[in-house]
């Protein structure tokens, strides 16, 4: 029930509209966002608020003072800035001088591991809404991270490439395909590094760990493909039997690169079912060459 901006005492209008409703002597009370008599019990209606809605997102309606910044879950908390703390309160001289002992004392106590997982935490939550990764991921990746980083492995190394060593395996853990030009983009790094980081902990941390190392195959990487090359269902089921039939017949998928069969047995499926698509466009989205995907063709159609 609406009511004009005109009315200012709410409880007489209720009374008026609702009084065949309720008591005699009632006693109108706002109660969980209802306006309500405590001597029947009769809700009388809902309270209108006739406020223009707040937007808190505006400078003018938030006093950044009050916000509290976002910190590292790692490391000293303790901030100040001139004589002011962390909230732009004003402290005495006699606190300011201790709190500034205690800050000191704190940073000395910090070790290099902890200085080093600052950075590893903020790069991989970056990494992990950039390529859109599940929770569950990025807590394994951390998990072999930090195994890396307490028997020191990150000396000498980059910490990007540590962990990107270690998100490549996590994936390859939970048999979530990825091309590792996109891990190399996003972190930033070359090849040579990757392999350099590869080495150690392919060797020094995965086994301790207990880890099954999962090669990905070219039916998962079809999974990835077709939705990006925006395929539909049907043609994805024609390319992962194309596979099956070719490796029953004889098609080595050892020593091949699972993109690039996925890439071939989507683009003959794609004719297949009419939905076309160019090599080249198949090419870019499995980051293969055309020759390869060339090659790959001949070798499945002369099976199949």
């Not at 019990?41 to 400078?59: H, R, V």
């Not at 000396?155 to 998100?167: E, K």
């Not at 020094?204 to 077709?226: A, V």
Request: charged share 25%; hydrophobic share 35%; proline share 4%.
């Amino acid at each position: 029930m609406a009511y004009s901006k005109r009315f200012k005492n709410y409880d007489d209008v209720f009374i008026k509209e609702r009084k065949e409703n309720c008591c005699t002597v009632p006693n109108i009370i706002s109660s969980n966002g209802y306006n309500v008599c405590t001597n029947c019990g009769t809700t009388q209606s809902k309270i209108i608020s006739y406020k223009p809605k707040m937007q808190p997102f505006l400078k003018t309606d938030v006093n950044p003072n009050n916000i509290e910044p976002v910190r590292s879950p790692i490391g000293p908390r303790t901030i100040f800035k001139g004589n002011l703390d962390g909230k732009g309160n004003y402290l005495s001289p006699k606190a300011l001088m201790h709190y500034k002992r205690l800050s000191k004392i704190n940073r000395g106590l910090v070790n290099g591991l902890e200085r080093n997982l600052w950075i590893a935490i903020a790069k991989l939550n970056q990494i992990k809404t950039q390529l859109n990764l599940p929770s569950y991921i990025a807590e394994d990746t951390f998990r072999i991270y930090i195994s890396a980083a307490k028997k020191k492995l990150t000396l000498g190394r980059t910490i990007d490439g540590i962990l990107c060593v270690s998100l490549y395996f996590a994936l390859k853990f939970y048999r979530k395909p990825i091309i590792i030009e996109e891990l190399l983009a996003a972190f930033q790094i070359s090849k040579k590094k990757f392999v350099y980081c590869y080495k150690v902990v392919v060797n020094n941390i995965i086994p301790n760990l207990n880890l099954s190392s999962h090669n990905f195959t070219p039916q998962e990487y079809i999974n990835k493909f077709y939705d990006e090359l925006d395929l539909s269902v049907n043609c994805r089921n024609i390319a992962i039997k194309v596979v099956e039939d070719s490796k029953r017949k004889g098609l080595i998928i050892s020593g091949r690169d699972p993109k690039g069969i996925a890439a071939a047995s989507l683009y003959i499926s794609s004719k297949k079912n009419n939905e076309s698509r160019t090599q080249k466009q198949i090419c870019k989205i499995a980051n293969v060459s055309e020759i390869t995907l060339r090659m790959r063709l001949k070798e499945i159609s002369s099976l199949i």
